[in-house]
């Protein structure tokens, strides 16, 4: 049978997802670039972290991290985290036109969010791991 590729790590993914999101980062689609990272960034906390925040509205969300560990990545980067929800609520709700720059801060925001919180080591060790081990040959 074919070999399933080994599933993308979610910030991996969530990397991807971001840069695919950039075609609507100009002002006309602005309101739907915001969506977009938002759900792109919930959903990366939601497979990296195991919480569940896609269907919570922000607050609730923000609330159910305060009962993470203080030793959780997403404790150190809540402020962050928030700020990036709150951005992207107020371009849903308010439907409030987040100027280019607004773009910009919210995509370096949630790009920098996702490189702090993964993980230091790798999960499973990569390839290159195992072959720079010199000695056995």
């Not at 951005?87 to 996702?114: G, R, S, W």
Request: net charge positive.
């Amino acid at each position: 049978g074919k070999a399933t590729p080994p599933p993308v790590p979610p910030w991996e993914k969530a990397l991807l997802d971001l840069a695919d999101a950039k075609r609507l980062l100009n002002p006309e689609r602005g309101l739907q670039y915001m969506d977009r990272v938002s759900q792109i960034l919930r959903r990366y906390i939601e497979s990296r972290f195991a919480i569940q925040s896609t269907r919570q509205t922000t607050r609730e969300f923000l609330h159910s991290l305060a009962g993470i560990g203080g030793d959780s990545p997403l404790q150190a980067h809540k402020t962050e985290l928030r700020d990036c929800l709150e951005q992207a609520d107020m371009a849903k709700f308010a439907h409030h036109i987040p100027k280019i720059k607004n773009l910009e801060m919210m995509e370096d925001a949630v790009t920098t969010f996702i490189k702090r919180t993964e993980p230091t080591e790798p999960i499973k060790p990569s390839r290159q791991l195992q072959r720079s081990k010199r000695g056995r040959s």
